[in-house]
């Protein structure tokens, strides 16, 4: 009888560290499977879904970790839902791109006019600041401070708007035009400083 339950206890646990060997396999096989899935697409995801890959990696580090400790039915239980995870990611990421072209043929469309525009401006200011300055006198409303200001906006909004082009030619379109309707803003207000009545 005692060898009978020996036996038994061998069996038993041969049968045990099979199943956990089992379980054991199918939780990596599930994880490596939703890894692989995750690896095609993270590099768009970091580009247009930051926030969406964030929540997913999290998922999937915590059962990494669950993996680690053995707790196989964890990981088992969890990846259908990492799964959704990864196909909302997805989803999250071709609407990103969608975003991205709407936003770069919007910015084309401006650059048209700002590329006239700006360059125009910059002309017309610094013409303006080239007369005041061989003037003995500033015209009335035109305190030094303030032309003083104008000059030193001036430099500013030409430097924004060199940076501005460089950008655009680099491929940084959307990037360019913010940068160029920053630079049209300053001449707005360089131009109320020096008085300089609008075209």
């Not at 956990?20 to 890894?35: F, G, H, P, R």
């Not at 930051?50 to 915590?62: A, N, T």
């Not at 035109?142 to 501005?164: C, H, P, R």
Request: aromatic share 4%; proline share 2%.
């Amino acid at each position: 009888m005692h060898r009978y339950n020996i036996l038994l206890a061998v069996v038993a646990a041969t049968l045990i560290a099979g199943g956990c060997s089992q379980q054991k396999t199918n939780a990596t096989k599930v994880l490596d499977a939703v890894e692989t899935s995750l690896a095609d697409i993270k590099d768009d995801a970091a580009r247009y879904a930051p926030e969406g890959l964030k929540g997913v990696q999290s998922q999937l580090d915590r059962l990494q970790a669950s993996l680690k400790n053995k707790d196989y039915d964890d990981v088992i239980a969890g990846a259908p839902q990492l799964n959704k995870a990864v196909d909302s990611l997805r989803a999250a990421i071709e609407s990103g791109k969608d975003q991205a072209r709407a936003a770069l043929a919007s910015a084309k469309t401006e650059w048209e006019s700002l590329s006239v525009e700006v360059p125009k401006l910059v002309e017309t200011i610094q013409g303006r600041v080239d007369e005041l300055s061989k003037k003995k006198h500033l015209p009335f409303g035109v305190s030094k401070d303030e032309f003083e200001g104008a000059k030193s906006g001036l430099d500013s909004m030409k430097s924004l708007w060199t940076e501005a082009s460089s950008e655009y030619k680099s491929g940084k379109e959307v990037q360019a035009v913010q940068k160029a309707k920053t630079a049209k803003g300053m001449a707005d207000e360089i131009r109320e400083q020096l008085k300089i009545k609008k075209a």
